[in-house]
């Protein structure tokens, strides 16, 4: 009995201790050291602050908070936190007795404040999700300092993931930069030579500059070496960043070019369908983009929990949207003006003032805006300030999907045989049996929907207002123009070509006057090929 009464009072005593540990104030390991800075000026807490950063322990993080949240202070040269009513030792987490009227808060400035991110970020650095590192590790190495040293060599010793590791390689070459040994300033060069950024380039050149004048000027790196490879990775730095921007302007000549697809699909559809220049096209486009803002709305506020997949159910919404538009256009005007172009250009244009105002009636005169998705925003960053938007990323893969529906329906369809049949020779098409009056108006509902289509994807990328669809009227006349009436093949090659040429051009005079010489290339051209850049065929062709 004697050895089962000694274990009992053994595990008594030992859930007394336990308890009693669990009562007590948790007792810090921080050295008073780091943060008796906190008593000095602002410039020793701030140096206290980076200590702390790279300790990374929770006590440490304990004081950062308190500070943060407006709990530090000092009191008879101690830095003590407020504990509610209690003042507790900010090292050793002791309750102390002193008043609360005797602790003098810290002050923090914007100074302080950068000094508690960059050690919230440091804190970040162990955290188990590898975008959170990376997220700390990119605020860290905008502000290396020196003290923060020990903290990336660690980081880089344990750290697994080679996004942030490179990061962190970069943040602490730029603190060896200005070490004292060449050997090191080498080995930084060589590892900020791999960046992409403008700034580590500007870093780089200042090596490169001479001290003084005359016989007397100096560099400012001493050491040879370094010096041929700061002019290496500045040369290696310079083609990432042109590869990056050359990127960057095609893909928004693409995104651009595929708005322009999708407005001028359809009107290359009903232009070599029925010949009639429609004016109102653009208006197509806006009545679409007002399809999708409705639908957002109604997800809005009867499925607010399926809010991010609005876009694909506004997708039937603004073709049909548009075609009923289309339908009603030519049913009601169009049909009773084929075979004259002038009257039919200046009733679609009419027409096109008359859905404008019908937009601002309706939905008021001021432009309206549309969130993106969560899953469309975003980006990739290709270099710093070259960014591929996801928004546009989605834009151009739905611009290929609606070319490909348009190409099936074309190829593969009796209506698409139809349509090809019209577009060729009207007379004979209907002299073997194709109704053509009804051809003319499901043409011209296809190509108005496909219109709505491109509102859609613009609403992505603009505001949604009444006359949002007449900056695109004249530049889908001339993909049309430019690529063959009536041909889809050349209307793809159109738009992207003159998307991806106008980018090139803005960036280098301008959007004004890259739109000028975009027009008079296009002059130029047709002169030269009146047929634009596929042949016409049948009736067209011959008249």
């Known amino acids: ?9 053994m595990r008594l005593a030992l859930l007394f ?14 050295d008073p050291a780091l943060v008796a800075g906190f008593a000095g000026d602002f410039s020793s807490r701030i140096s206290a602050i980076e200590a702390l950063g790279v300790d990374g322990s929770e006590d440490a993080r304990r004081v950062v908070n308190a500070l943060e949240a407006g709990n530090l202070g000092v009191a008879a040269d101690k830095v003590v936190i407020l504990d509610g009513e209690t003042v507790r030792d900010a090292a050793s987490g002791e309750a102390l007795e002193i008043a609360l009227a005797d602790v003098d808060a810290i002050t923090v400035n914007n100074r302080v404040r950068r000094s508690i991110a960059t050690a919230n970020a440091a804190f970040e650095l162990v955290s188990p999700d590898a975008a959170t590192r990376l997220a700390s590790a990119n605020v860290l190495i905008e502000n290396a300092s020196e003290a923060l040293l020990p903290l990336f060599e660690r980081t880089l010793a344990s750290e697994q993931d080679e996004a942030v590791r490179s990061v962190i390689s970069r943040a602490a070459a730029r603190i060896n930069l200005s070490s004292a040994d060449a050997a090191k300033r080498l080995k930084a060069v060589e590892a900020l030579g791999e960046s992409s950024d403008p700034a580590v380039k500007n870093m780089l ?20 070496r370094v010096r041929a490879a700061a002019e290496s990775a500045i040369s290696a730095i310079d083609g990432r960043i042109a590869t990056a921007q050359t990127i960057g302007t095609v893909f928004s000549g693409l995104s651009l070019g595929s708005i322009l697809l999708l407005a001028a699909l359809g009107l290359a559809i009903t232009y070599g369908v029925m010949g009639i220049i429609n004016m109102a096209h653009g208006e197509l486009l806006m ?4 399809a999708t803002f409705m639908v957002q709305g109604l997800f809005r506020n009867y499925f607010p929990a399926y809010v991010d997949w609005y876009v694909v159910a506004a997708v039937p919404a603004a073709f049909f949207a ?18 004259r172009p002038l009257e039919s250009l200046l009733a679609t244009w009419g027409l096109s003032l008359v859905l404008i105002q019908a937009a601002r009636v309706i939905f008021g005169p001021q432009n309206l805006e ?29 611009a290929g999907f609606v070319l490909v529906l348009i190409w099936l329906m074309m190829q593969k369809t009796r209506l698409g045989m139809f349509v090809r049949a019209v577009t060729q020779n009207r007379p004979m098409a209907g002299c073997v049996g194709v109704p053509t009056a009804r051809v003319d108006t499901l043409a011209f509902a296809i190509g108005s929907g496909v219109a709505g289509l491109g509102g859609l994807a613009l609403s992505q990328i ?12 004249v530049d889908a006349f001339m993909v049309v123009v430019l690529g063959g009436v009536g041909q889809l093949a050349g209307a793809v090659w159109a738009a992207l070509g003159l998307g991806i ?7 280098w005079a301008g959007a004004v006057i890259a739109k000028i010489l975009v027009l008079v290339f296009i002059i130029i051209f047709i002169q030269k090929r009146p047929q634009g850049i596929f042949a016409l065929k049948g009736r067209f062709a011959d008249s």
């Open 1 to 9: 009995m004697e050895p089962a009464m000694n274990r009992l009072l």
């Open 501 to 507: 040429v106008a980018k090139f051009l803005e960036g």
């Open 287 to 290: 009545v679409g983009a007002y």
């Open 17 to 30: 201790a336990t308890l009693a540990a669990l009562s007590s104030p948790a007792r810090a390991a921080l």
């Open 370 to 398: 549309l969130a993106n998705p969560s899953w469309m925003s975003g980006g990739i960053e290709l270099a710093a300030g070259v960014v591929l938007p996801f928004n546009r990323i989605v834009i151009i893969g739905f």
């Open 462 to 473: 603009a505001n949604v207002g009444p006359a949002m669809g007449t900056g695109y009227i």
């Open 322 to 339: 548009a075609a009923l538009v289309g339908i009603a256009m030519e049913r009601l005007v169009l049909r009773h003006l084929y075979g």
């Open 205 to 224: 050149a200042a090596l490169l500059e001479k001290q003084g004048e005359g016989k007397q000027a100096t560099w400012v790196e001493p050491d040879a």
